[in-house]
């Protein structure tokens, strides 16, 4: 969870940025301004797995409101 400092509410890509900002509140935000290809893998299948958790919830929500 974002620690919610200014600087923190920027749009920044997260591939350019680290997975942890200065603080270590795990925004997604860093001092670091690249990452290496691996970083990039890691963070792209991380964010694969979200988004199908994501889109597992939604089908669960439809089906309840079908079902309704």
């Known amino acids: ?9 920027r749009s920044f890509s997260s ?3 680290g997975s942890a900002c200065e603080c270590e509140c795990e925004c997604g935000h860093s001092f670091r ?4 290809s691996k ?7 991380e964010y694969k ?3 199908e958790k994501e889109l597992t919830a939604v089908d669960e929500q439809l089906a309840e409101i079908k079902d309704n």
Do not use: D, W
Request: net charge neutral; proline share 0%.
């Open 1 to 9: 969870m974002c620690c919610g400092q200014k600087e923190h509410q």
């Open 15 to 17: 591939l350019k940025h």
């Open 33 to 36: 301004r690249y990452v290496s």
């Open 39 to 45: 970083e990039k893998q890691e963070h792209l299948e």
């Open 49 to 51: 797995n979200q988004l």
